[in-house]
């Protein structure tokens, strides 16, 4: 070296700001050792201060969800902002704000890395890798339906359970939102597909990875035989790998996030109940890796279940996958018709924590599912192998249990399926079957020997009615405390609620209730029936002393937790009975341990009448057969 590149290198060196070593992934420290000041590196940087979500663990799962996405939106808006206008100054114009990490996602100059690498606030920058997708091995035949059968699919099925009302996710290539047996049963709009590459405004996939993995979520029997798990469940997606197959680790944060709140509005209640993970970092096998493991663990706080592929790194043990193998995660192995593990199913133990790996197997040998239908061209289907095929045998498993226990939190899930499987290999729990092969029905009976159902008549000295104090006021101005129940107008058009309260001591705190129906039975009805005047009779879950106390006036106007938590039948005649069952909001909202209140009422009078519309129901001059009651059913974990 000449003496002038000696003192030019020197020069370069003392100039270059010392750098937070500790900060610097492994990946990023060394990139930076062989990059020029301006050279550009796409990395991710997530901030020390992180917020804390465990404290909304009790609330009801609509309102929990709601109050961990403002709060890890607010974290990140508030803490990032110093960050952004640094950046903007080091003239960095875009960045894709990570609100569910506290993170960003960017691309600039190995100076401005090391600028970053000594704030304060930053606590990790990790290179924004590049994870390719799984390769997919076809297969000349196989005998159909043999995996839905295996799983015992079917015998959910026929007890009316096939996924109603439950929404799964894949996160993915894409879906081929065309094909026949998939798309019926895309819920549809814009906070039901996401394209973190912005190229596809519509359901798309270019490889047909995805679109297998999604008929055997929910495919139907369009080819003339069953496909999916669940067939009346309704799918979103997210196209997380690229037309060229290859993921960038920020897309698949974005991804993850978007899943928590589709629409951008967190009151809204649109995330799906299960979302299918068939895919992991490759050329990892056996090490851990977390970059997921906040993202993951604040969707399962939200009440998504969340289920992985395993891997194909097998036969060899010791070849777990991230994220699969973080702890926690429901991972899933792949066996064949014989119920032989297959030979590619990645072996464990967990290199992260040493549990077992995977927890559980499921068919992922030979399996039929929807092939790219190029426009939906009837016949369009493909034999597959790979625990990517085994995943969502798991995952539509769920759904399944969802439709017949609606609300079931994600921890019950998982432990149904696992402690509920077949075993198969040597007795007991180990690294190449997990627990055994998911079995359906058994997890479905494992799930029904933990309900309890009750029946809770109501408390008749805090049961009454609440009359307006005037017309149009929204205010009480009368209370009724015996006799019975009622509700519409009066003559001088001043509404009439009724509020009836429950014991629900006897419900164990740790409770879920998956079913709540309040039922009472029609005494009569006075003038003109309020159900043809007013339509709709709604049912309310009471808040604040609304709940607490006895009856009151401010009862009539009191706020309520939930708002329409259950519709009441229409009783055509007298002593019939008029039932209303509590939708997913409403039952959250049940207090287990104590006392729930319930408001039932009809929207505003509309009508200028002097005629008074009300309807009687029976109260405490009732007996117990006519009385009201709420009829609960719950579980417990």
Known sequence: MSWFAWVMTFFVLFLVPAVNAAVLNPDVASSLKSRRPDEKISVIVTLADQAVIGQFSEMPRRLRRAAIIKSLKEKAEHSQMPLRTFLQNRGIKKSI?????????????????????????????????????????????????????????????????????????????????????????????????????GRYAQPHDSDGHGTLVTGILVGGNGGGTAI??????????????????????????QGFQWLLDPDGNPDTDDAPDVLNNSWGFSKAEDLCIKEYESDIHALKASGIAVVFSAGNDGPQPATSSAPANNAGILSVGA???????????????????????????????????????????????????????????????????????????VQTLEQALTFSSTDLGSSGPDNKYGYGLIHALNAYYFVKSKTV????????????????????????????????????????????????????????????????????????????????TFRTCFVDVASGTFGSAGLEKSDFQAEAAVRR????????????????????????AINKGGLIQLRVHFLPATDKGSAHDFIQFHGDDASSAEAPRLKVTYVVP
């Open 453 to 532: 159902t009750t029946t809770l008549y109501s408390q008749a000295d805090r049961d009454g009615w609440v009359r307006e104090s005037s017309e149009g006021s929204l205010r009480g101005g009368a209370i009724r405390k015996n006799g019975s129940l009622r509700v519409g107008d009066d003559a001088a058009n001043r509404q009439l609620k009724s509020i009836l309260s429950f014991d629900t001591s006897d419900i164990p705190e740790n409770a879920v209730v998956t079913s709540a129906k309040l039922i009472l039975t029609r005494m009569k009805a006075s003038k003109t029936d309020p159900f043809e």
């Open 228 to 253: 999916g798990v669940a067939p009346k469940a309704n799918w979103i997606a997210v196209k997380i790998f690229d037309d060229d197959g290859n993921a960038r680790a920020s897309a698949i944060h």
């Open 335 to 409: 066996i064949d018709r014989s119920n032989h593990l297959s030979d590619f199913s990645s072996r464990g133990p967990s290199s992260c924590d040493g549990s077992i790996y995977p927890r559980v197997v499921a068919p992922g040998s030979a399996i039929t599912s929807s092939d790219l239908s190029l426009g939906g061209i009837p016949g369009s289907y493909a034999v597959v192998s790979g625990t990517s095929f085994s995943a969502p045998h798991v995952a539509g498993a769920m759904a399944l249990l969802l439709s017949a226990f609606p609300g079931l939190p």
């Open 97 to 197: 704000q990570l609100w569910l990490i506290n993170g960003m996602a960017l691309t600039a100059g190995a100076d401005v890395i090391r600028e970053l690498a000594n704030d304060p606030r930053v606590d990790e920058i990790r290179m924004d890798a590049v994870i390719p997708l799984a390769h997919v091995t076809y297969t000349a035949t196989t005998v159909a339906e043999w995996n839905i059968d295996r799983i015992h699919a079917r015998d959910l099925w026929d007890l009316g359970f096939e996924g109603q009302k439950i929404t799964v996710a894949t996160m993915d290539s894409g879906v081929d939102g065309s094909h026949p047996d998939l798309a019926g049963c895309w819920r549809g709009g814009s906070n039901s597909w996401f394209d973190p590459y």
């Open 565 to 588: 938590a259950a519709r009441l039948t229409r009783p055509k005649k007298n002593g019939f009975r008029s039932k209303g069952l509590f939708n997913e909001e409403g039952l959250r």
